[in-house]
């Protein structure tokens, strides 16, 4: 028996419910993309004063801007971008170092990526390398793009991230925290520490420890 279509009753159903499976599919698919793209790291820990033991760059009477990073991570892109921004609007208030975590038993080629050369060819940013995660872990951070901001006295001011999710650059919390907490000067030392989330990938493999899957 044909419908009015001319095609048999028994296929019609097959495409529709084929259909229907796509659909659904397709939009279990794009529900994991966006549960992954706005899904959260582990928030950083950070020490409310500059730590004295740091080797990182630090001039008193400044802001000192810190972005902490997996070298490999995808999402860091996003938050290189930010930065750049940051930089411009906030006209040379900021003393800016991005570090690159590199794990125990690699060389400096491993951190040798288009992130490198992306924080690299910011004017005026101090780029090294973390062996082994001793700085990341000295700032209690444990997720690629965490940004802290200490003022001028070495007080912590900001901690987060500085995009709306995943490898994904726009407006967002934490870059108008930082900007508003370096428009504000001084003054912002006597206002709490902004926190925000901080969207990339884990920094543990970088750091030598294990990984959410135990590697």
């Given at each position: 028996m044909s419908d009015s279509f001319g095609q048999p009753r028994s296929k019609r159903a097959v495409l529709v419910v084929a259909a229907a499976i796509w659909l659904i599919a397709a939009g279990v698919g794009m529900k994991v993309v966006l549960d992954y793209q706005v899904a959260a790291g582990v928030a950083a820990q950070p020490p409310e004063a500059w730590?004295?033991?740091?080797?990182?760059?630090?001039?008193?009477?400044?802001f000192s801007l810190l972005l902490i990073a997996h070298p490999q991570c995808p999402c860091t892109r996003a938050s290189l971008d930010e930065l750049a921004g940051i930089m411009a609007r906030t006209e040379g208030a900021l003393e800016v170092s991005v570090l690159f975590v590199v794990p125990p038993g690699l060389d400096a080629s491993w951190a040798d990526t288009d992130l490198w050369r992306t924080a690299s060819s910011l004017p005026g940013v101090h780029v090294a390398l973390d062996r082994g995660g001793a700085e990341s872990r000295r700032f209690g951070v444990a997720t690629s793009g965490q940004v802290l901001l200490y003022?001028?006295?070495?007080?912590?001011?900001?901690?987060?991230?500085?995009?709306?999710?995943?490898?994904?650059?726009?407006?967002?919390?934490?870059?108008?925290?930082?900007?508003?907490?370096?428009?504000?000067?001084?003054?912002?030392?006597?206002?709490?520490?902004?926190?925000?989330?901080?969207?990339?990938?884990?920094?543990?493999?970088?750091?030598?420890?294990?990984?959410?899957?135990?590697k």
């Open positions: 730590p004295v033991a740091s080797e990182i760059p630090r001039t008193d009477g400044k003022d001028p006295g070495g007080r912590l001011r900001f901690a987060g991230g500085i995009t709306p999710g995943r490898g994904h650059a726009g407006d967002n919390a934490g870059r108008e925290a930082v900007e508003a907490a370096v428009a504000l000067g001084r003054s912002a030392t006597k206002t709490k520490p902004v926190d925000t989330p901080v969207f990339g990938c884990a920094l543990a493999a970088a750091q030598g420890q294990p990984g959410e899957d135990g």
